[in-house]
Structures are given as C-alpha cells and as structure tokens.
Nanobody, 121 residues
Framework: QVQLVESGGGLVQAGGSLRLSCAAS????????MRWYRQAPGMQRVLIAS???????NYADSVKGRFTISRDNAKNTGYLQMNSLKPEDTAVYYC???????????????WGQGTQVTVSS
C-alpha cells in the first residue's frame, strides 16, 4: 500500500548539519500531517517536529531554532533540516505520515524504517 523511505542519516561532528528525507510512495490520495520522531538508546520515542498539509509547523523545545521541518506535497516527501547538531541529538529518527489512500475515506498512519543519526563531540 504505502511505504515511507527515510534517508540522510549518518555520523556528523557537533555543530554540523544533516538533512533527513522521508519519501512516501503507494496509492496515496493525500498526506495530512507529517511528523518526525526520534528515539535515543534506552529512551522512549518522542515527537520533535510536525507539519500540517498547509505548512503549519511545531517543534519540541529541544530542537526549536535548530531544526526545520518542511515538505514537498508534489513529491509526497518530507524533510528535516538539522543544524547545530549536539551529541544529545544522537538517536534513530523516524518519520510518520497520516495518509489518505486512493478510494478510502479514512487516513492511516505509516512509519518509516528509521535512520540513525550520530553526533560526535
């Protein structure tokens, strides 16, 4: 049906930048909210950024001013630009999208496979 494929993770030094992408494919009529979560070792998965279909964004305090979420509706792709990275940003990052399928009246939640971000000090 729908797949979310993430890319862009990796190893970066503190102060550096990375850009994550989340490409959705399948029988998609539209995508409502797109979100990014992260999960550090031994910790719960937490929401860090979200964007509505109309472009309204929200951020967790821990990333506000450093991370920027965006989307390209024509490509069904979401992005997370991460600047001024800190060692405490080290985690597996997951994208999540609310997808309305072609021919279906409901929206469904899909998750990406996760991408590792490691920030060295």
């Amino acid at each position: 049906q729908v797949q979310l494929v993430e890319s862009g993770g990796g190893l970066v030094q503190a102060g550096g930048s990375l850009r994550l992408s989340c490409a959705a494919s399948g029988t998609i009529a539209s995508i409502n909210a797109m979100r990014w979560y992260r999960q550090a070792p031994g910790m719960q998965r937490v929401l860090i950024a979200s964007i509505t279909s109309g472009g309204i964004t929200n951020y967790a305090d821990s990333v506000k001013g450093r991370f920027t979420i965006s989307r390209d509706n024509a490509k069904n792709t979401g992005y997370l630009q991460m600047n001024s990275l800190k060692p405490e940003d080290t985690a597996v990052y997951y994208c999540n999208s609310e997808v309305v399928l072609v021919g279906a009246p409901y929206k469904y939640s899909y998750w990406g496979q996760g991408t590792q971000v490691t920030v060295s000090s």
